[in-house]
T-cell receptor, first 114, second 113 residues
Framework: DQQVKQNSPSLSVQEGRISILNCDYT??????FLWYKKYPAEGPTFLIS?????DKNEDGRFTVFLNKSAKHLSLHIVPSQPGDSAVYFC?????????????FGKGTLLTVNP | ETGVTQSPTHLIKTRGQQVTLRCSSQ?????VSWYQQALGQGPQFIFQ???????GRGNFPPRFSGLQFPNYSSELNVNALELDDSALYLC????????????FGSGTRLTVV
């Protein structure tokens, strides 16, 4: 049973435009969410996170939105750059219980075309 | 500040064999977590070690075992390898037994033939 779902395996956008990556979760105990970026032959690197007490968090070109009632979060990248081309993973944690682990989605391959 | 290093980077083993993967945690981190990433999937939590003890375990059979050493480095051991064990094995270090602030290594690519 996939508790974190990224339903789009891939996304292609033009340089300078907005990239929107989506993630849904089913476990209502999740209260902390993270996005990781992964290049080939490298480990995932942390991008941005959001706690369930917030509905938005920004860091430069990256913004994460959380809709708790819909159990949905999204990552917006504006403007998109070719160097953003990578696999993006959404991950979730339960800080009140099993805060030692992250549950990941399957990832979305983002391609930013020059 | 040194990052997380994993060895070896690639490994080919035969079904039924045993394998040991190694991980050195980032300086200042006392917790190591292991994840398995199969092709086309996201990383799946195997277990975490904090203060040299297993601090949590995912849905993996007992033939997956681990160790953490006093210097916080860690080993992942897999016995009786199966073809489905072929995957990228990722190590992540963090502090205080938490998943926040993970730093991942580049992984070990294990192929079982």
């Amino acid at each position: 049973d996939q508790q974190v779902k990224q339903n789009s395996p891939s996304l292609s956008v033009q340089e300078g435009r907005i990239s929107i990556l989506n993630c849904d979760y089913t476990n209502s105990m999740f209260d902390y969410f993270l996005w990781y970026k992964k290049y080939p032959a490298e480990g995932p690197t942390f991008l941005i996170s959001i706690s369930s007490i917030k509905d938005k968090n920004e860091d430069g070109r990256f913004t994460v939105f959380l809709n708790k009632s819909a159990k949905h979060l999204s990552l917006h990248i504006v403007p998109s750059q070719p160097g953003d081309s990578a696999v993006y993973f959404c991950a979730a944690s339960n800080s009140g219980g099993s805060n030692y682990k992250l549950t990941f989605g399957k990832g979305t391959l983002l391609t930013v075309n020059p | 500040e040194t990052g997380v290093t994993q060895s070896p980077t690639h490994l080919i083993k035969t079904r039924g064999q045993q394998v040991t993967l190694r991980c050195s945690s980032q300086s200042g981190h006392n917790t190591v977590s292991w994840y398995q990433q199969a092709l086309g999937q996201g990383p799946q939590f195997i277990f975490q070690y904090y203060r040299e003890e297993e601090n949590g375990r995912g849905n993996f059979p007992p033939r997956f075992s681990g160790l953490q050493f006093p210097n916080y480095s860690s080993e992942l051991n897999v016995n009786a390898l199966e073809l489905d064990d072929s995957a990228l094995y990722l190590c992540a270090s963090s502090s205080q037994g938490r998943s926040y602030g993970y730093t991942f290594g580049s992984g070990t690519r294990l192929t079982v033939v």
